[in-house]
């Protein structure tokens, strides 16, 4: 496989929205909040840089879908194997970047994904989980967590001789942002959380942003953008629509302005 979602599958965030405008939970969708999380109560760690409660959310999102995948994860990566084979991500790319610039592109695309439902399902109920168990809906926060991984800021040394010391997205010149975008556009083809993903999808954009112009060391303590730079690019990305993001998505390694 030429391409790998290293570290997050889709929020790998994830997916990560015109953040200011994030929808409320999924009707049906019940969650125990231990109110530790929401509270900010997290033990110290010594040497960690960088947003404590954007660390924890991108260290338990980490655990889950990549270190000690759950049986749900593990399953529906099964899922994608068997319909798709071995190169499936590079299927899933190639397909989406063929595809995303023509007229038939929704009709055909979600074609495409529709035998791998089951999987995209699994896939948007762990990430959103997750985010909630760190973000109440509507939380501006989820803007500083999304940045914070872009910029590569978050340095968290619990993952010390296992993985990279810093949350930001691994990858062939970023290449799991645009799958973590092209799963997200497949589960709001398929009406899998379609709203809640419609309002995460831009800080998907603005994380990718982001570490196009830090390019950050992902064992290394980073220094921040600039406040003016990172603003700026909030204010480009975070109001983008699923079509808008297409568009500038089709760049490939990195966003054309």
Do not use: C, K
Request: hydrophobic share 40%; aromatic share 12%.
């Amino acid at each position: 496989m030429t391409h790998q979602l290293d570290r997050r599958l889709l929020l790998q965030s994830v997916t990560a929205l015109g953040a200011a405008a994030l929808t409320g939970l999924t009707a049906g969708r019940s969650y125990a909040q231990p109110q530790a999380q929401l509270d900010g109560d997290f033990p110290p760690v010594p040497g960690m840089r960088g947003d404590r409660r954007a660390n924890e959310m991108w260290y338990h999102l980490d655990e889950v879908t990549l270190f000690n995948r759950t049986p749900e994860v593990e399953q529906a990566y099964a899922e994608l194997y068997e319909v798709f084979g071995d190169g499936f991500m590079q299927l899933l790319f190639d397909t989406w970047s063929r595809l995303s610039g023509t007229p038939d592109y929704e009709t055909e695309f979600t074609e495409f994904v529709t035998p791998i439902r089951a999987a995209l399902q699994a896939f948007s109920r762990v990430q959103l989980e997750i985010l909630d168990l760190y973000y109440l809906p509507n939380d501006p926060r989820l803007v500083t967590a999304f940045g914070s991984f872009g910029q590569g800021i978050l340095f968290d040394p619990r993952r010390a001789g296992v993985g990279p010391q810093v949350h930001m997205m691994d990858g062939e010149e970023t290449m799991s942002y645009h799958l973590w975008h092209i799963f997200l556009r497949a589960m709001m083809m398929l009406d899998i959380d379609r709203a809640r993903w419609a309002r995460l999808d831009p800080l998907i954009g603005y994380a990718w942003a982001l570490q196009s112009l830090a390019l950050p060391d992902s064992n290394a303590i980073n220094p921040p953008l600039p406040r003016e730079t990172v603003r700026g690019l909030a204010g480009s990305w975070l109001p983008r629509s699923p079509a808008e993001l297409d568009r500038s998505f089709r760049s490939f390694p990195y966003p054309t302005d």
